[in-house]
């Protein structure tokens, strides 16, 4: 997940008011981020509270998971798998350290367009655990091939969705950069929340129909416990409300260790 943000520190105070109502905003980090990002909102009777994480993967290399649990970056997004075989070497690492140091942790997927999609939700389900208050899966689009239409894009994109959400309870999160939504996703996905990778003091702009609830707004992030640029995020709301949007206690992830992922798609009801 990668994209470029260098915001001029002129242009701060408007983005202030970008999100209001309980909304919240993001902060400069007590680990290092870059200096120009947007601030949180605030009033006089009721500060908003600053919610954002970082996602990261073999690019970040080995992560003092320590020093990060000691800024304020309350989430982190871990790359799983990519295309129809490829599994991230840090990922299983990541993924312990996180839970280890009470981080809330997520992980995603990198989708390969001309990669068969079963096998792309094999590698993924095959790998990721999720438990109890773990954050909903993600699949990463970034990426397009010649030879894949839009229209076979967004059936293959569907097939995997609906097969993550089968077999683990919860909907996936789409995560995608302002121009790959805009050319092949708006509109066609309303029952599914986005991630949107904008480097820009401009919040994401989603069509009426869709909502997106992290926003990427730097690749350039520097935070402690962490050799390498990282990319830093923005929850579209407070820490109860991340909280809520995790795997809740209810859900069984060994129920479908008789069937494969795919084929729990004919037991798929509608979630609210």
């Not at 999100?19 to 007590?30: D, M, N």
């Not at 992560?63 to 649990?69: A, E, Q, R």
């Not at 990198?110 to 094999?122: C, D, K, L, N, S």
């Not at 795997?247 to 129920?255: A, K, L, T």
Request: with cysteine; proline share 6%; net charge negative.
């Amino acid at each position: 997940m990668t994209l470029r943000l260098l915001f001029p520190a002129c242009r701060r105070l408007i983005l202030s008011a970008l999100l209001v109502c309980g909304t919240a905003a993001v902060a400069t980090a007590s680990g290092g981020t870059s200096a120009n990002e947007p601030k949180a909102a605030s009033s006089e009777s009721n500060s908003t509270t600053v919610v954002r994480g970082i996602d990261v993967s073999r690019w970040q290399k080995e992560i003092d998971w320590t020093l990060v649990s000691q800024s304020d970056m309350a989430f982190s997004f871990i790359k799983a798998t990519e295309g129809s075989y490829w599994q991230d070497p840090f990922f299983s690492r990541n993924w312990e350290e996180t839970k280890r140091h009470g981080i809330k942790r997520g992980a995603y997927h990198f989708y390969r367009p001309t990669a068969p999609v079963e096998e792309q939700i094999q590698v993924f389900t095959s790998t990721v655990n999720l438990e109890p208050g773990d954050l909903p899966p993600v699949l990463d689009l970034e990426v397009m091939d010649k030879n894949v239409s839009p229209e076979q894009l967004r059936k293959d994109v569907r097939t995997w969705l609906e097969a993550v959400t089968a077999y683990y309870g919860v909907r996936p999160i789409i995560y995608t950069g302002q121009n790959y939504y805009r050319r092949y996703l708006k509109g066609h996905f309303p029952e599914y929340k986005f991630w949107i990778a904008r480097y820009s003091d401009v919040k994401p702009e989603t069509y009426h129909t869709d909502n997106w609830m992290f926003w990427q707004f730097t690749d350039r992030g520097s935070v402690a416990g962490i050799d390498a640029a990282v990319d830093i995020n923005f929850f579209a709301g407070d820490f109860e409300q991340l909280r809520q949007l995790c795997v809740p206690e209810f859900i069984v992830h060994n129920r479908y260790d008789q069937e494969s992922p795919l084929s729990q798609l004919k037991h798929l009801q509608p979630l609210p």
